[in-house]
């Protein structure tokens, strides 16, 4: 409870928040009920890609992230790049207001310090770095909670990233690699956690009986990617994808011909083509394709999976939170870091190579140690709650040391 004579704290979340990454609007959905379990009296609002979703599915206040509606759109014409390098200047001056205003700003896990993915620095780079260096200026506590970092090649991009974590008052990562990547960086990580990434604190769906040994083989969830390669892969990203969806559509295709039922599942709103693309090969009713919107769902659909296939990271997280054994076709090392952390370390299959056959193969070797490994995932799973409890007791020591206090003391009273 707040005292009649006391300012509320007020708590801003920041990122590419509700811009249709499940994986990233899982992160925010994390925090918030860590917020709302631990810190009711928090004023919480955003500063996000896609305010209206965020507001509409999580009932709090946003603010669009960048001044120009076309910041993530390729700038060509005169008229273009002219409005986006003025939205660069406003951006500054109106994150600073927005930082300004709060007492605490949270990143909320999201990989938000790697360029796993093709990225510029005068993106999502610069708005971290203006979040970050504003909230020194102000004196308000920016918490970076969770995140995936990696080693990065383009020299500003690797600048702004290094000064982003510099600046922040608070830093904690998804996986060792992150903090590794950070420090080789330059970053002093000393005081550096590493927890599990912050999906894991959502709530679990009841996951399905697995078939018997008599049962019909069940479902398989195949979860697709627009991949492209990453940050260096440019010159050959064409390439990289045609490679990807062969492969990918080979393997659907294999699992049809063997009677099983195939779902497609994505994790953001740019994998619709990829989907497209495999239901027309394979013209089967055996393959369906999931409309998810959330992690949530995603982890239903998973749930009452016999096996999962997945590339994105967040698709391999649902998939693993919710016991179901799962193939990585992993596109970065945090996916084979991830993997490993889950006892699945040996099921895991380069997305820049996919290979159908040898794809087949490990699937069908996953599936003959299903209860094996169901077991195993249902102990790692206790563990990475366990461990993100201690992350959200060291998250409210640090920026909410008043209520820290009072948290502990009202324990002590308690008989």
Not at 248 to 267: I, K, N
Not at 285 to 302: F, G
Request: with cysteine; glycine share 8%; proline share 6%.
């Amino acid at each position: 409870m707040t005292s009649a004579d006391e300012t509320p704290v007020r708590v801003g979340v920041f990122g590419l928040l509700g811009s249709g990454n499940l994986g990233n609007d899982g992160s925010l959905e994390a925090v918030l009920g860590y917020l709302r379990a631990e810190h009711p009296e928090a004023v919480v609002d955003a500063l996000c890609g896609g305010p209206e979703v965020v507001t509409a599915r999580y009932g709090i206040p946003a603010t669009r992230l960048h001044w120009y509606r076309g910041e993530y759109r390729t700038a060509s014409r005169a008229g273009s790049i002219a409005a986006k390098g003025l939205g660069k200047l406003v951006d500054a001056v109106r994150t600073a207001a927005w930082v300004r205003r709060h007492d605490v700003v949270i990143v909320p896990g999201m990989g938000v310090l790697e360029a796993t993915l093709p990225l510029r620095p005068w993106g999502f780079p610069y708005s971290l770095f203006l979040l970050c260096a504003t909230g020194r200026l102000f004196g308000t506590r920016v918490a970076l909670v969770g995140v995936g970092a990696a080693p990065i090649g383009n020299r500003p991009t690797r600048a702004l990233v290094r000064w982003s974590a510099r600046l922040a008052a608070y830093r904690s990562y998804r996986d060792a690699l992150s903090r590794d990547a950070m420090r080789a960086m330059g970053v002093d990580t000393a005081r550096d956690e590493v927890y599990p990434d912050l999906a894991f604190a959502l709530p679990t769906p009841r996951a399905s009986a697995p078939s018997g040994p008599s049962a019909p083989p069940g479902p398989v969830c195949v979860g697709v990617m627009d991949f492209h390669g990453g940050n260096d892969d440019r010159a050959r990203a064409e390439e990289i994808h045609r490679r990807y969806l062969d492969g990918t559509t080979r393997f659907v295709r294999a699992l049809v011909e063997d009677g099983r039922p195939v779902r497609l599942l994505t994790g953001d709103e740019c994998d619709a083509p990829v989907v497209a693309a495999i239901l027309d090969a394979v013209d089967s009713p055996l393959v369906t394709a999931a409309e998810a919107a959330s992690l949530a769902d995603l982890m239903k659909e998973m749930a009452a999976a016999d096996t999962v296939v997945a590339t994105r990271y967040h698709n391999l997280i649902c998939a693993l939170k919710v016991g179901t054994p799962t193939l990585a076709l992993s596109y970065a090392a945090k996916s084979d870091a991830l993997m490993n952390r889950m006892g699945l370390d040996a099921y895991c299959h380069p997305a820049r190579e996919t290979d159908a056959d040898r794809l087949l193969e490990q699937f069908r070797a996953l599936e003959q140690r299903s209860a094996e490994l169901r077991r195993t995932l249902a102990e790692r799973n206790q563990a990475a709650a366990r461990q993100l409890d201690d992350q959200f007791t060291a998250l409210t020591t640090a920026l909410f040391p008043a209520t820290d206090h009072a948290h502990a003391h009202a324990r002590q009273e308690t008989p």
